[in-house]
């Protein structure tokens, strides 16, 4: 099983560099981490009073391991989670916040478990986490990323602006998909045809 920092440091490799995307709500961004997380944390890395790009831009690959670990594995309580999950959810923790959280939260309550969808792990999600790990544990981390898969599906649907992150200019699978898909067994994959068939009504 891999530790924190070996899943954090490959969280920072699919995140990449910096970016600056006008389409993308997370604004600045470096190693993953956001302008907006860098203000919440006061991280003034170039100490002129204030966060801004130039800050994200000083960031290093070290300092975003360590905002991961810290901030999106650790305080959200993702470690006290069976550990076949910590991978998918840590990673989907870093790109979509307390979302990821919820996604397990609702996959939880069709599994049979009795949670609130509210976005933090507290005893009540954890211990039916557990339980349903403890039924199903060839099917949860599936069923997880599967529900990754089609949380990115729902927003590329509602927000035009954001499908180009779901679907290749090409037409294949886009970086949401093909991450969501990394911690699903390859037997759940979409074929092509399949993914083409769920896209269509793009246009």
Known sequence: MQ???QIAEEIVGREGGFVNDPDDPGG?????????????LRLDLDRDG??????VRR???AQ???IFVLHYFERPRIAELPAPLHATVFDMYVNAGGSAVKILQRLLNTMGQSVTVDGALGPQSIGAARAAYAAAPDHLVDAYGIARRNYYFRIAD???????YARTRAGGKGGWIRRAEEFIAPRFHLTDAQFRERVAAWG
């Open 3 to 5: 530790d924190v920092r």
């Open 50 to 55: 204030d966060v801004d790009v130039h800050d």
């Open 64 to 66: 975003a391991v360590d």
């Open 28 to 40: 600045a961004t470096n190693f993953g981490v956001t302008i907006h997380t860098m203000r919440r």
């Open 158 to 164: 509602n927000r035009p602006a954001s499908r180009k």
């Open 59 to 61: 960031l290093t690959r």
